[in-house]
């Protein structure tokens, strides 16, 4: 397992090691030693996954404190692109963004953690895994608006729910997330 870290602090883009013979492939998404060396949260509350059609935008999410939670996302059939927003007051990156084609055939995944907003758009058929450190509270789940960013989406016409287009743009949004810096 190959852990990157990206230009947003804390926010990690993870490289499996895939194990191929004539059966397919085998991957491991948690090795707890590696997340730990690196200061990322891996205890995991809930699981879930999205079955997302060719076009489809799902995004800004994030969970409001105190029912924030960090979250590892990858994809287990076809391939997306990941984007994440940081709103952490205070932090080096606040407000920028960061993009990750996320495959199966990869077998890559992106560390999200607490106080960024989270979405992605299906290149194709895909089903994408996320695991979260706290669980779902629909009191305090919550977006901003997945067009308000500065995001480079690669599509034109995307298929969003209501909610989704409902959320505040960025500019607009008043984040209750501080950043606080990792010690070493």
């Not at 059939?77 to 920028?96: K, N, Y």
């Amino acid at each position: 397992m190959r852990m990157t870290s990206t230009h947003i602090p804390g926010c990690f883009e993870i490289q499996a090691d895939l194990h191929t013979d004539e059966r397919g492939l085998f991957v491991k998404t948690v090795v707890r030693e590696e997340f730990l060396k690196c200061g990322l949260e891996c205890d995991f509350v809930e699981q879930y996954y999205s079955i997302s059609w060719p076009g489809v935008i799902r995004g800004m999410h994030f969970q409001r404190p105190p029912h924030e939670h960090a979250k590892l996302v990858y994809c287990v059939l076809g391939c997306v692109i990941d984007a994440v927003v940081d709103l952490r007051i205070g932090s080096p990156t606040h407000g920028q963004t960061l993009t990750v084609e996320l495959s199966a055939a990869k077998g890559n995944m992106i560390y999200v953690p607490r106080g960024l907003a989270h979405g992605f758009c299906a290149r194709e058929e895909s089903v994408l895994v996320y695991n979260v450190s706290s669980a779902y509270a629909p009191q305090a789940d919550t977006g901003v608006l997945w067009n308000s960013a500065g995001i480079e989406w690669p599509v034109d016409q995307p298929i969003l729910s209501p909610r989704d287009q409902s959320f505040p743009p960025l500019p607009s949004f008043s984040s209750p997330f501080v950043f606080e810096a990792v010690q070493s």
